[in-house]
């Protein structure tokens, strides 16, 4: 029987509607489902809610929908895909789009990432990187080459490997024992508090890899990992050369370098990449969110071709599995035709220029908060930034949430996060869309208590 969208998305009055059997992810749950936030529909910069609100969407969505929601071409493709073929086995076969769009991946991430491998998520992303930079080792003859370093207040998704890296700690804090790791210090001084993009300081705290490489030994590291700016802490973003100086670390002692660029990919820096915005280019990049814009989950993780030839050089028969991982959805024919879609919208409407022209006004903007009560640090780099908010005694978490709340009840959505608002708006935004935006969270923030 065919599904009656009519009667599921507007007939059932929401009252009437069981919120029990739905447990939400990374959600308070019990608050949620007192006062329960329900998106119906999308439009270019917007939502709308279940009571028909119109709410500006200043998040990309989760920071995946830069290039904005319900695009025609992407609805276009995926509708095309799922009429021509559905899905097509991934193991041990391939369909023409999954092709086309490593080919296209290639093209678009920076020269020398050459291998792309498909995942469905930014989570599957970073787990693949990892499991690729062991086994690089492996296949190298090098197997006590297995430690991960990564960096505190990282994210790197909520799988196993990503929860192990991750350096938020209420993230790991309640699984118990993972796998082991090291972690770099964040890079958050109270020197650089309202930097306006690149912090001046703090380039030495790169040298505590250095550290790290003495105690553990160069031969028992595997690889670094660290988002170009980390995105869920708050938009961290690095002090000027740090990732120069983490480059040349791992260069010196042949250890891999993995940028998670599931947030810093596909514009948001006002570059390609977040390896274009800092001129740094990793062994390995992790990427999801903008490569299909968000309409469909897909992620992939580019590599090198140093790392490719090493799985191929590996002396075994020709029919014997060189990388034993992948997902039965890997470079999925929907996702794909949505990545496609989405590829072409991002490259034909210069999205990363576009981003880049509206950073100083949204860089403006977010900076003419400075001084407001309880504002503490303000950071931004191309379209993204976070204010930090001084906690309640001891509860980071409330004024956030309140001004969150506040927020959306008068149609903006901002994220809450830890002690930080966050702000990720679309590429096609316009300068006065921001401009109201901006008015909503003043008026809001001024409500603080
Ligand atoms: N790495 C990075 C750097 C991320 O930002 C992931 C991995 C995991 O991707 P998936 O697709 O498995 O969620 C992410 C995701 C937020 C927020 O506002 C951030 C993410 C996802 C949802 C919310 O903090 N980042
Ligand atoms: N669990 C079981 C029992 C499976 O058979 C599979 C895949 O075949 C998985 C988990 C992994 O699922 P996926 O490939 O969608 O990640």
Request: aromatic share 10%.
């Amino acid at each position: 029987m065919a599904i009656n969208y009519e009667q599921t998305f507007s007939e059932i009055p929401l009252a009437q509607t069981n919120l029990d059997a739905y447990w939400l992810p990374f959600t308070s749950n019990r608050q949620f489902k007192d006062n329960p936030r329900i998106i119906v529909s999308a439009e270019e910069c917007y939502y709308y809610d279940a009571d028909g609100r119109k709410i500006f969407d200043a998040m990309s969505g989760l920071w995946c929908s830069g290039f904005g929601h319900n695009r025609p071409e992407i609805a276009e493709a995926v509708n095309q895909q799922l009429l021509n073929l559905d899905y097509a086995p991934a193991f041990q076969f391939a369909h023409p789009l999954a092709i086309q769009l490593a080919n296209r991946v290639k093209e678009i991430t920076p020269k020398g990432l050459d291998q792309v491998f498909f995942t469905n998520s930014g989570s599957e992303s970073v787990d693949t990187a990892l499991k690729m930079a062991r086994a690089y080792w492996r296949a190298k003859g090098q197997p006590e080459k297995s430690r991960l370093i990564s960096r505190a207040k990282g994210y790197h998704g909520a799988n196993y490997g990503g929860t192990s890296v991750g350096g938020i700690e209420p993230n790991r804090a309640p699984y118990g024992e993972l796998m082991p790791a090291d972690h770099l210090p964040h890079t958050l001084l109270p020197q650089n508090a309202f930097s306006r993009g690149l912090p001046e300081n703090g380039i030495e705290l790169a040298d505590v890899l250095e550290e790290l490489i003495d105690s553990h030994g160069a031969s028992h590291i595997a690889a670094v990992i660290v988002e170009p700016f980390s995105g869920s802490a708050g938009v961290i973003i690095p002090p000027e050369g740090y990732l120069q100086r983490l480059r040349q670390i791992c260069d010196h002692h042949d250890i891999l370098l993995i940028f998670d660029e599931v947030i810093s990919g596909f514009g948001r820096t006002g570059a390609s990449f977040g390896a274009d915005f800092f001129g740094v280019v990793p062994d390995i990049m992790c990427l999801a969110k903008g490569l299909t814009n968000g309409a469909v989950p897909m992620g992939a993780v580019v590599a090198s071709k140093m790392i490719y030839e090493t799985f191929m050089n590996a002396n075994t028969p020709d029919h014997m599995i060189e990388f034993p991982h992948g997902y039965t959805y890997s470079g999925h024919p929907v996702a794909c035709a949505a990545g496609l879609a989405a590829m072409d919208i991002f490259e034909k409407e210069k999205l990363t220029d576009k981003a880049k022209e509206l950073a100083p006004h949204f860089e403006g903007l977010i900076h003419g908060l400075k001084g407001v009560k309880y504002i503490t640090d303000i950071r931004n780099i191309g379209l993204a930034g976070a204010l930090q908010i001084e906690p309640v005694s001891d509860d980071p978490v409330r004024r956030p949430f309140e001004i969150a709340l506040a927020c959306w009840e008068k149609g903006l959505y901002v994220r809450w996060a830890g002690d930080t608002i966050c702000m990720s708006p679309l590429f096609i935004s316009e300068k006065d869309q921001l401009d109201e935006a901006f008015n909503i969270l003043s008026d809001c923030l001024s409500r603080m208590v």
